[in-house]
């Protein structure tokens, strides 16, 4: 009989899951790994630990139930695995496939070749609609249905779990936080505060695959009747919005439960006549697409975690170690810091930033807002700005993250460019100021007209809001106006580019959606990964977050 060990990855649940299923004929135990690599990344927050940790919690008790031992350890992925080996001699290795940030992929490359070494079968399964080794990405929506449609893996009563096995403590984040070393210390220093202005209203997402569940049927039964009309205020979204994101990023959902319950509930709808309810559930069965839409360009061209899809873009703003791109300096500094702590002089931007900064969450307008703000007005390369986000966003998913990032900060070369307003959007999205005095309590005394444009209130009436400008809340860190020509000019004029045009090709063959039909070409996440490139103009703060790097040209099998 063979020794299975089921590595859970971002996939921490019970239901429709194929490894834990694939166990049941063998002797088998679950692992969670916490990786130094993963706390240690520019990406981490210790509240990506607390919301996997509690996904742990509940997942080993429901296992324990049925029999399979969830091991918890930490350390580096090779010397945890051979330990196991060691001790246990197990025999096969199974888990879902990842796409996640570079590190994953080289750790991933790494326990590959441990397995040909030691003879261990490492067996893989998609959980997405990601496919990998892509060929092309004609008929990719096709073979996303078919996978979403495939019948859910049955949830086993039982397994053989391995005997006298030590299972672990599941370690609180104070144990582990000396392993995040000296890079977290720095960001926590910039949310510090934020977190301690939550106000006592604000809704963070409850943890674990039973709360992703009730979320999900609570939505799919009722509150997504108003999604299409809650998506693009924050006032309205905080609970129009499914609010499963996280569940996903965690897999403490599977999308194909989400997928088929949601398509379920819309045949249910329209049965009873519930027009409303059935748009608002299509609008969203949409979005569960463009999940792995997103993803899916990642996998295929990992190198844009971390460079322009549309290399014509390449040191078009400060910061980036290529050729002829102007330096990083204390503007740039002073301009990202303002940003994430939410002190721009610009209410909505200000609202946004500290709402994510508490709570882990704001709505797609509001991150696409936000990421515009800092790439077009503030003219800030996306990496520095999209650490921050993903450190912030509980949800963070690389694929789509650095997509957005990127196609937000117009560099993908082929989508339009969208320069947004912050005061448009403010008075759009929160036209009686809600969200800005809930989140700013520094305007909370101002008057309903100025409260979007505060620096033009006149010196008498900012001594009697309480806020005057430059002490109370800081004056706009750019002239809006000014700043969005001067980043239109630069942006037009490199679309305008013989080079641009040409590449716009290459990018939409092998990423956009396909309505054309075009032939396809593509490498697919498996073929060479390309070099990674350092800053040296961030090496201090490490702003690109790109120093635990290694350049490996190996490739995982
Ligand atoms: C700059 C930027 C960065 C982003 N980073 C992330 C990220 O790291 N992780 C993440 O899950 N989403 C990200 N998004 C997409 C989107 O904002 C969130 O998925 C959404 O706000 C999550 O809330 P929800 O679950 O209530 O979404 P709902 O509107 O209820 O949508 C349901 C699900 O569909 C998917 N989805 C929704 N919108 C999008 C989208 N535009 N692109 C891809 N998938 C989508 C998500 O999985 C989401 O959970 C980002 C958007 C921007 C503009």
Same mark, same amino acid.
């Given at each position: 009989m063979s020794r299975s060990l089921v590595w859970l990855k971002r996939d921490l649940r019970l239901q429709d899951h194929a490894p834990l299923a694939a166990a049941g004929d063998d002797e088998a135990a679950a692992l969670w790994l916490i990786e130094p690599a993963w706390l240690q990344s520019p990406e981490f927050h210790p509240r990506h630990f607390a919301f996997a940790r509690a996904c742990v919690d509940e997942l080993r008790c429901q296992l324990a139930a049925r029999g399979m031992p969830l091991l918890v350890r930490v350390g580096p992925a090779l010397e945890v695995l051979e330990d196991l080996r060691q001790r246990h001699g197990f025999d096969r290795l199974l888990s879902h496939e990842e796409?996640?940030?570079?590190?994953?992929?080289?750790?991933?490359?790494?326990?590959?070749?441990?397995?040909?070494?030691?003879?261990?079968?490492?067996?893989?399964?998609?959980?997405?609609?990601?496919? /990998? !080794?892509?060929? @092309?990405?004609?008929?990719? $929506?096709?073979?996303?249905?078919? =996978?979403?449609?495939?019948? &859910?893996?049955?949830?086993?009563?039982?397994?053989?779990?391995?005997?006298?096995?030590?299972?672990?403590?599941?370690?609180?984040?104070?144990?582990?936080?000396?392993?995040a070393g000296a890079a977290w210390a720095t960001h926590e220093h910039a949310?510090?505060?934020?977190?301690?202005?939550?106000?006592?209203?604000?809704?963070?997402?409850?943890?674990?695959?039973?709360?992703?569940?009730?979320?999900?049927?609570?939505?799919?039964?009722?509150?997504?009747?108003?999604? /299409? !009309?809650?998506? @693009?205020?924050?006032?309205? $979204?905080?609970?129009?919005?499914? =609010?499963?994101?996280?569940? &996903?990023?965690?897999?403490?959902?599977?999308?194909?439960?989400?997928?088929q319950g949601t398509e379920a509930a819309i045949a249910a709808a329209k049965a009873q006549g519930d027009r409303a309810l059935a748009s608002g559930l299509r609008g969203f069965a949409g979005r569960l697409r463009w999940h792995c839409h997103f993803m899916q360009k990642l996998e295929s061209e990992p190198a844009i975690e971390f460079r322009h899809f549309a290399r014509a873009c390449d040191g078009l703003r400060p910061g980036e170690d290529v050729p002829g791109a102007p330096a990083w300096g204390a503007t740039q500094a002073a301009r990202l810091q303002a940003w994430c702590t939410g002190q721009t002089g610009f209410p909505m931007v200000d609202a946004c930033m500290r709402s994510l900064n508490a709570t882990g969450w704001l709505n797609f307008r509001m991150r696409a807002m936000l990421v515009s703000f800092a790439s077009y007005h503030l003219w800030l390369h996306w990496r520095p700005t999209g650490l921050h986000l993903a450190r912030q966003?509980?949800?963070?998913?690389a694929g789509i993250h650095w997509s957005q990032m990127q196609m937000q900060s117009g560099t993908t070369g082929i989508n339009t460019l969208r320069i947004y307003s912050p005061t448009k959007q403010a008075l759009d999205q929160d036209p009686n100021g809600d969200f800005i005095r809930r989140w700013v309590p520094e305007l909370a005394e101002v008057p309903l007209p100025w409260l979007h444009r505060p620096w033009t209130m006149d010196a008498t009436l900012q001594q009697t809001t309480g806020c005057v400008i430059d002490r109370d809340y800081p004056a706009p860190i750019v002239d809006e106006k000014a700043a969005a020509q001067a980043a239109k000019d630069a942006m037009f004029g490199l679309r305008r580019r013989r080079d641009s045009q040409q590449e716009a090709d290459r990018i939409q063959d092998r990423h956009g959606s396909r309505k054309s039909g075009l032939p396809q070409t593509g490498l697919g996440r498996r073929g060479a990964p390309p070099p990674r490139q350092k800053s040296p103009a961030d090496t201090q703060l490490d702003l690109f977050g790109m120093s635990n790097l290694s350049a490996s040209g190996d490739e995982p099998t």
């Open positions: 796409t996640g940030p570079g590190w994953t992929y080289e750790r991933d490359v790494a326990v590959a070749a441990w397995c040909r070494a030691q003879g261990v079968v490492w067996q893989e399964w998609p959980q997405h609609g990601v496919v /990998r !080794r892509l060929k @092309s990405r004609s008929g990719w $929506a096709g073979r996303w249905a078919v =996978r979403m449609n495939e019948p &859910l893996v049955a949830t086993l009563s039982g397994w053989r779990g391995w005997a006298g096995v030590e299972p672990g403590a599941l370690p609180a984040w104070t144990a582990l936080r000396s392993l949310i510090a505060p934020a977190e301690a202005a939550r106000p006592s209203d604000a809704r963070p997402t409850t943890p674990g695959e039973q709360s992703g569940l009730a979320l999900l049927d609570d939505f799919l039964s009722g509150r997504g009747r108003a999604y /299409r !009309r809650s998506l @693009s205020s924050p006032l309205t $979204a905080e609970s129009g919005c499914s =609010r499963i994101s996280a569940h &996903l990023a965690f897999g403490a959902l599977s999308l194909r439960v989400v997928h966003f509980t949800d963070f998913e």
